[in-house]
Every structure is written in C-alpha cells, then in structure tokens.
C-alpha cells in the first residue's frame, strides 16, 4: 500500500496491546496522558531492533567465528573431495559434539572457539576479520552477561519451534 495521500485522504490507525503501549510509552519518556503518534512508535521499533541486535551479538560472533573455522578447514584440506586424509580432517572441522548446552553453542567464551588454530598465521585474507570478530568479543564481553541470557533464551526458543 503507498501512503501518497497520507494526511490528506488517508490516515493510519495503531492498535496495540496495552503492554505494547506502555513499551512505547516508557520509551519515548512519556506518560499515560500523552497521545502516541507514528514518530512514537518509529522510535520504539527502532528500539526494539537495537535491542535485538545487541541481545544476539554474541550469537553472530559465534556463527562468524565458525565460519572462519569451516574456511581454514576448506583451505587447509583443498583435496578433500579426493583425499580421505583431508576428507576426514575437514569432516573434523565440521562436526560439532552432540548434547552440547547452549553455552557451550552460543556463548562465544568456551574453549572450542578458542581452542581451534589461529587462521590468521596461514590465511592472512582472515587477519582483519578475525581481528575484528576478537575486538568485537572483547567489547561484548564487558555487557554481554545480562545480554547473555537473553540472546540464549531466544535460540533455545528457536531450537523447540523447530522441533
């Protein structure tokens, strides 16, 4: 729908449940009396979406730092679609341990990340995005426990709606 006549001919309405409502509120530092209009709701959706992005920072450095992982791997065993030596240390990148919590997943402080060979000595296209993911981890690494959870409570909650 185009809002070309906007103010003129057309008008938009916003329905929202009472806690939503509130949240804006809260917000844009407003109170009950206050009438909500579409600046209002804008700046609480812009909210809530760099919150979201905050809560699952960690999370996209993690899949980030397995992407470096899987691409060293790719790089180090270039023949193993016809080696079984490189075969097997590729499927080695590429395997994860079962039951593992989502600490261990998602958490972007456990021993795995770190525990994997540092790409940036054999791979230097990998140095600055490496070193950016790390400088990422370490500014996140200081808000990132009340952040933590959250972000964890949301996969996990991705994780039954798959199932």
């Known amino acids: 729908m185009r809002l070309r006549q906007l103010a003129t001919t057309q008008s938009v309405c916003f329905f929202a449940f009472p806690?939503?409502?509130?949240?804006?509120?809260?917000?844009?530092?407003?109170?009950?009396?206050?009438?909500?209009?579409?600046s209002?709701?804008?700046?609480?959706?812009?909210?809530?979406t760099c919150r979201t992005n905050e809560q699952l920072q960690n999370l996209y450095i993690s899949q980030s730092t397995d992407f470096c992982n899987r691409i060293v791997a790719e790089w180090e065993n270039a023949a193993f679609l016809f080696d079984a030596q490189d075969r097997s240390a590729f499927v080695k990148v590429l395997r994860h341990p079962e039951q593992q919590t989502l600490e261990q997943l998602h958490g972007g402080r456990t021993e795995n990340v770190h525990s994997t060979s540092s790409p940036t000595t054999m791979f230097p296209q990998l140095e600055a995005f490496r070193n950016k993911l790390n400088q990422l981890r370490l500014s996140t690494s200081q808000t990132a426990d009340n952040l933590h959870s959250s972000a964890l409570e949301e996969v996990e909650q991705e994780r039954e709606a798959e199932f």
Request: with cysteine.
């Open 40 to 48: 209002h709701v804008v700046r609480w959706l812009l909210e809530q």
């Open 19 to 38: 806690e939503t409502h509130q949240s804006i509120l809260d917000v844009c530092g407003r109170n009950g009396d206050h009438k909500v209009d579409s």
